[in-house]
Nanobody, 115 residues
Framework: QVQLVESGGGLVQAGGSLRLSCAAS????????MGWYRQAPGKQRELVPS???????NYADSAKGRFTISRDNAKNTVYLQMNSLKPEDTARYSC?????????WGKGTLVTVSS
């Protein structure tokens, strides 16, 4: 079982930055992959970036060049650095972990970008 707790969301002006954190209840080194998803009101949930156990990353086109996913194995934490934020980035951001084909989710943290 994996418990995930996100933090770092909030209100920011367009062009600003936020760093989200996802703390896992177990060693993230043992997880197959972790990722950040977001869901805006009235829209489907979408993958933002993901990172595998070997460090490979995958970014949505909307995140490339602005967002960076990273991990700190010692702290069992994955981060999402978001720069040059846009109003369309407004959403609930949730952390995901994959272990042996099972998905685990955090409750999410709200990011609001004002214009």
């Amino acid at each position: 079982q994996v418990q995930l707790v996100e933090s770092g969301g909030g209100l920011v002006q367009a062009g600003g930055s936020l760093r989200l954190s996802c703390a896992a209840s177990r060693s993230i080194f043992s997880l197959n992959a972790m990722g950040w998803y977001r869901q805006a009101p009235g829209k489907q949930r979408e993958l933002v970036p993901s990172i595998t156990s070997d460090g490979s990353t995958n970014y949505a086109d909307s995140a490339k060049g602005r967002f960076t996913i990273s991990r700190d194995n010692a702290k069992n934490t994955v981060y999402l650095q978001m720069n040059s934020l846009k109003p369309e980035d407004t959403a609930r951001y949730s952390c995901n972990a994959v272990l042996y084909g099972m998905n685990w989710w955090g409750k999410g943290t709200l990011v609001t970008v004002s214009s």
